[in-house]
């Protein structure tokens, strides 16, 4: 089977979220949010996207005294990220240096 482009991670910001997510076992959302410069409901509709697909899994905890929120690549998401990479290499692989 040959790697596709995935259209639930394709989209910029949330590439950049579950490249993210993939370095860690967890991060909290504001943090990410301040790494991909986005404001809160910018984020929380791309999360949702990807929470709904099943790619990131999201815990919702008390730390500091205040709610915070917990966000985790899942084994899928882990999967489908790996075969969305392997896809854009292939397509860069055919691009000659310019």
Known sequence: MSASLDPVIHAPNRLQMC???AA?????????REALDVSESVLSK??????????????KAASEGRQ???????KPGREALRSHLAALKAMMAGVPEI
């Open 46 to 59: 791309h999360l949702k996207t990807l929470e709904e697909s099943g790619y990131v899994k999201v815990r």
């Open 19 to 21: 490249c993210m997510l």
């Open 24 to 32: 860690v076992d967890t991060i909290d959302f504001a943090t990410v």
């Open 68 to 74: 915070r929120t917990w966000l985790s690549l899942s």
